[in-house]
């Protein structure tokens, strides 16, 4: 039986993650700080006929992080797919943001899935097959603050990645949407419709999810979700820095 471990799972990408890959027969490990939504996620999936362990766990948290490390490398109950998800955002103006918060920014996003695919390696390699999903963003591809240079970080570890496990049986996929409908900039403050950006710009999680795990099954280092995204994803590197930036700076 197939079993995935998704972080960031109790709303959002991370709980369509979560739902999708148990309509696709895998059992889920449900990773988050809100033990009360991830049992509500956890009651979906097995409603899907599959089970659901659920682990609430602040991965900057050092035991905690500790715990979903043991987790992915038990021998007992092998994790065949890994999905990176958790995150959170921040203003913009790194001048005026709190440095040890961008410092937790940039753990969550860089360090923690560094050190969880490093735990989910071994295993998965010595078994000759698995999966690993990087969710980034298209911001990968622009300057856009730190939140830019973090998802960048993931875009570029993803494709060495993939190139060099990729042949041992062990893919990864970064995946970069755009802009999402889900919580994530309501948490910023930017309720529905305020959040700066035109209607055209925004996709929906279970579009999204759809095609990653697509890009997922077939091994591709990077997923970009919508055929306007890649299309944007082309012009960007034609740009000149100033305009991108200055693009960059709508919207959350």
Partial sequence: MVTALVTGAS????AEYARQLADRGADAVLVGRDGAAL?????QVRERGRSAEVLVADLLDADALGTVTARLVDPRHPVEILVNNAGFGMSLAFERNDVEAEVRHLRLHDEIPL???HAAL???????????????????FMPRSSYGAVKQFLVSFSRWANVTYGPRGVTVTAVCPGFVHTNFH??????????????????????????????LARGRAVSVPSLRYRLIRRLLPLLPDRLVAGLGQRGR
């Fill in 11 to 14: 709303s959002g990408l991370g």
């Fill in 39 to 43: 049992e509500a996620v956890a009651v």
């Fill in 115 to 117: 050190r969880l695919m």
């Fill in 122 to 140: 071994g295993p998965m390699l010595n078994r000759g097959h698995g999966r690993i999903l990087n969710v980034a963003s298209i911001a990968a």
């Fill in 186 to 215: 309501e948490r910023l403050g930017l309720p529905p419709g305020q959040e700066g950006i035109p209607g055209w710009m925004w996709l929906d999680a279970a579009t999204v999810v759809r095609e990653s795990l697509r890009d």
